[in-house]
């Protein structure tokens, strides 16, 4: 299998949908595979908040050579998002006007932001046709963003418990994670380590809102009895831990958190509904029955103004994490659909 990590440098600048330009845009993106001589069998991968171009590394299961989107047929890009902190530029990158990275002064990104960089890459990739457009949770954002603005792009669509639009919901549980980071005083300094404990909170509010009740009894229930330092708290301290080690700093999370509120395709587009179902792709459809942030009353209002849509609910106790753990359902899904 042919695997490559790369660095693409459009050097020119670049404007954001709510106001200033960057300097100069990096990305980061990995592919697998190779391309056919009429370039027929791209699949591009959308990644979710905190993940990276590495496809293989955080959806595991989806993409070996017995799955029906593999690297012995398809040609699989995967690009890091605008804001993040895996490669592509965001607040901890460079600024090139004054020599030093740009941490809080990195300006406001939204999802329309993040799939004019994914299209910088396309061009520059040489890619005009895309066979497969595939994304779950915020990934699936950027999946729906583009397929409305450009609808001939793609020939078929995949999206894991997803939107077209972000939800009340879900601006709210955003909100409240950044009250979080807020109160931590140093969220907003220059210095890659701001807002850390800020950060832990916010993820472990994250994690509650992407695991359930059910799971958490199965996982983090203590077998003896206890007064304190239970296993459930004991976990949600090491999750929030685990991602400042993985290089979140506060206002990088806060940020990317206004791009989620961000998303609405129907913005500007003559309303949602209407956007909705001027969307001819097929598209393959796919709720988890357990999730508290994408619930299933969503998804199946969702798939009711989809006018080409093959809509599926998966059985699941993982909640929102479902659309990472349950390839083996979702690869079944992916195959009677292509």
């Known amino acids: ?6 660095l693409y440098l459009y050097d020119k600048p670049f404007e954001l949908e709510r106001g200033g330009t960057l300097p100069q845009l990096e990305i980061a993106y990995h592919t697998y595979g190779e391309m056919n001589a009429d370039k027929s069998n791209v699949v591009w991968v959308f990644h979710a908040l905190t993940a990276s171009s590495d496809a293989l ?16 047929k398809h040609f ?5 998002i605008l804001g993040s902190t895996y490669g592509t530029t965001g607040p901890h990158s460079i600024n090139p006007k004054t020599g030093k990275p740009y941490f809080s002064d990195f300006p406001m990104i939204t999802i329309r ?3 004019k960089a994914h299209q910088v890459l396309r061009d520059y990739l040489g890619i005009e046709k895309i066979a497969i457009g595939i994304g779950g949770s915020m990934g699936g954002f950027q999946t729906f963003e583009w397929a409305v603005e450009e609808p001939d792009t793609f020939d078929k669509l995949i999206l894991v418990a997803s939107a077209p639009k972000e939800s009340p919901w879900r601006i709210g549980t955003h909100a409240t994670q950044r009250l979080a980071i807020e109160a ?5 300094d220059h210095s890659v380590n701001a807002g850390a404990k800020g950060v832990a909170a916010s993820r472990a509010i994250g994690i509650l809102s992407y695991r359930n009740h059910r799971i958490f009894e199965q996982t983090q229930s203590d077998t003896e009895e206890k007064v304190d330092d239970f296993k459930a708290e004991s976990y949600i301290r090491y999750q929030g831990d685990k991602l400042v080690n993985r290089g979140f700093s506060g206002y990088m999370l806060w940020n990317l958190s206004k791009a989620l509120d961000s998303h609405d395709v129907g913005r500007g587009r003559g309303g949602l509904i209407e956007t909705l179902e001027r969307l001819k792709t097929p598209i393959l459809q796919i709720g988890i029955s357990s999730d508290l942030l994408f619930a299933i009353e969503e998804q199946r209002t969702i798939s009711d103004h989809l ?3 093959s809509y599926h609910e998966i059985h699941s106790k993982f909640g929102h994490d479902g659309f990472l753990t349950e390839t083996k359902k ?3 899904l992916i195959s009677e659909f292509i």
């Open 1 to 6: 299998m042919s695997q490559t990590a790369s």
């Open 57 to 72: 590394d955080w959806w595991p299961g989806l993409f070996d050579p017995d799955c029906a989107i593999n690297p012995d």
């Open 76 to 80: 699989i890009v995967c690009a890091n």
């Open 113 to 115: 932001d993040m799939v």
């Open 184 to 188: 931590d005083a140093t969220w907003k």
């Open 307 to 309: 006018i080409n849509v």
């Open 330 to 332: 979702i690869n079944q």
